[in-house]
């Protein structure tokens, strides 16, 4: 047994926090005590254990945080000429094109994902959801996307990090989506239920990239293939491109579409929404669906900004999203919660900061279906992020659980853990030590 004690706070879930000692068992929370209380309760659980300490003197303790959408591919593909501030019908070409120069295949996708699932960790996310959109061409196209896939997975699990792979598509062939979906999954989970291998530690879920590039026969060839196996679907909806391609091309909305293909369910989470009048906001809510705001990568390049705040007033659970380096050149998912909080003003109400943080931690565990992840109640899952709140650009901070967005925009934790084990010690990747 592991027991983290000594916080300044420990922040259980969005509406419970305080001084507290943890203690951790078999990659789960077992107890929450009172300060001090760590080892009796370990004890009273089982007397014969061993008994282990981390301090987190002088640490804000949250969960760790779930990036709830990534493009990990585009983390080689930062500050590109010609793909800052542009409209996304150029900005698409502009990536596509740099995608097929350096070539597409699975160690191209390691690479990225090492730069993107280590970022991650090293700014607190412990779960991150991969929308791969970009595949391989050739005459072996089946076996290249499994590759692909294995090797952004095997790059998680050597680092340490949960990972969610989104087997998208992005005006692929319907039927060979489908195919290379099915043998994604067979590869990656072997039949394991709902999509979650038996550790936690991976997740298969379907995701076309939106109305504006992918058909109707995409979205129910994918679909059906999310049934069969109780996948998780997720898209993206509402951004720019997304309202202006399906007006031009279908004279219809992109909500009105989704719906009419059997996408507004309570399995879908839809990313970025920024262009959603009032009448789709309560759409969205009585179909059940989840969101996930991206605001690092809209604000930035002028695509929008997501009514937060109305969609969690309709009863909308909001995840939250670095997107991919494309758009967004850091995957820094607490700095992106401190912009979501900074920026919420400008299209509605404020929203606080602990409401912030429970987007991105619980919120976006639950677009993806992973009720044990997100927070630090018991049986949640043993995933930490330890954040040092005693430095100078914490220094006059009244509130350090606020502070944690409102000051130190770089910030950074000192120690995280998945699953019970330590992966970032002291601010430096355990794996690569």
Known sequence: MLIVTGAVSVLVDETTEGPADLVLDGGRVVAVTAPGGGASAARELDPEAELQTLSA???????????????????????????????????????????????IDAETAATAASIGVAEGLLSGVTTVADHQLTWPAGSDRLADTVALAE??????????????FVRGSARDDPQEAAASAEAIVAALLRDAPGGVSGDGMLQVAIGPAGVH???????????????RHGLRRRTQANEQVDVEIALERYGRRPLDLLDEWGWLAPDVTLAHLCA?????????????????????????????????????????????????????????????????????????????????LGMATEGSAIGLGRPELGHLRVGAAADLALWDVTGIPDAGVAD??????????????????????VVVLDGQLVALS
């Open 276 to 356: 959603v009048t009032p009448e789709e906001i309560r759409r969205l809510a009585a179909a059940g669906i989840t969101g996930t705001h991206a605001p690092g990568c809209d604000l930035p390049m002028g695509w929008g900004i997501a009514p937060v705040a109305a969609l969690r007033d309709a009863g909308i659970v909001v995840g939250l999203g670095t997107s991919g380096g494309g758009s967004n050149d850091a995957g820094h998912l607490l700095a992106d919660a401190r912009l979501a909080m900074q920026v919420a003003p400008l299209v509605g109400p404020p929203i606080p900061a602990r409401a912030v």
């Open 57 to 103: 003197e002088g640490c804000v303790v949250t969960a760790g945080l779930v990036n709830a959408h990534h493009h990990l591919f585009q983390s080689s593909f930062r500050t590109l000429p010609g793909t800052r501030g542009v409209a996304m019908r150029d900005w698409l070409p502009t990536m596509a094109a740099a995608y097929a120069a350096a070539g």
């Open 400 to 421: 350090p659980v606020a502070g944690l967005l409102w000051a130190n925009p770089g910030r950074r934790p000192k120690h995280v853990l998945v699953a019970g084990v």
């Open 213 to 227: 590039s992918d058909s109707r026969e995409t979205f129910e060839l994918l679909g059906e293939v999310a049934a």
């Open 151 to 164: 090797a952004t997975a095997g790059v998680a699990r050597q680092l340490g990090s949960r990972v969610v």
